[in-house]
């Protein structure tokens, strides 16, 4: 039976049927209406055809992430994670340069695919709704971006400027992991996206602020190799 056309898209591009069907099955599970593709052309054509809310690619084959994600982010902008059994670095970093917002190895675990999934859902819902809101919350962690201020489980958070600068990139970008770059070129510039060391500074002193166990974090998680994310 065809799902409801009401429900949101999501396309599947995958070159085997088999991976193909396990997304398909665990996504159809999540009220989502799945749309499938098994190359470069038919990801392309099934994305301008039906115009997906995400979309879940694995590269690998016919599938050329890189080239797929730079094509599609020349005038999509619904989320694409990335999934692919390719582990090292300069992969992750590349697909996310190109545009991705996420990157999972394979073999992936479906329920943690499934939940970041959901996390770049609620994060374009929230991208169309009530622009004006000057606020933005992810899970106890709020910031206030017309009075600027930063809030942990209601409790205001003093932070210097640079802080609140990376706070807020973080908290704009959550659930979407950020490479050392992006980050610097975000916050500092694009004199200093080489000075990783900075970075490690000012996350540590964002855990010590705002999660209850710094050695442990529950929000800014380290991506080794690549660079950060806060989790949404």
């Not at 970093?93 to 970041?116: C, I, M, Q």
Request: glycine residues 8%; hydrophobic residues 40%; positive net charge.
């Amino acid at each position: 039976m065809t799902a409801p056309a009401a429900l949101p898209v999501i396309l599947v591009a995958a070159p085997e049927p088999r991976t193909r069907k396990v997304l398909r099955t665990a996504l159809a599970g999540q009220q989502m209406r799945v749309v499938e593709a098994a190359t470069g052309p038919e990801t392309l054509s099934q994305a301008e055809k039906y115009n997906p809310v995400l979309m879940v690619i694995e590269a690998g084959g016919q599938l050329d992430g890189v080239q797929l994600t730079t094509s599609l982010r020349e005038w999509s902008a619904a989320p694409i994670i990335i999934v692919s059994a390719l582990s090292e670095e300069h992969d992750k970093v590349a697909v996310l340069d190109a545009g991705a917002n996420d990157y999972v190895t394979k073999p992936f675990v479906t329920s943690e695919l499934l939940a970041r999934v959901r996390v770049w859902l609620r994060q374009s819902r929230s991208a169309e709704g009530d622009g004006a809101s000057s606020t933005l919350d992810v899970g106890d962690l709020c910031i206030d971006f017309e009075k600027r201020l930063a809030f942990v489980s209601g409790r205001e958070v003093r932070l210097t400027p640079t802080q609140y600068k990376l706070f807020g990139t973080m908290m704009r970008m959550a659930g979407r992991v950020l490479t050392h770059e992006q980050i610097l070129f975000a916050v500092w510039g694009p004199a200093y996206t080489k000075e990783t060391q900075y970075l490690r500074v000012y996350i540590g002193q964002l855990r010590q602020k705002f999660e209850k166990d710094p050695a442990n974090p529950k929000y800014f998680l380290t991506e080794p190799g690549i660079g950060y994310r806060l989790r949404g």
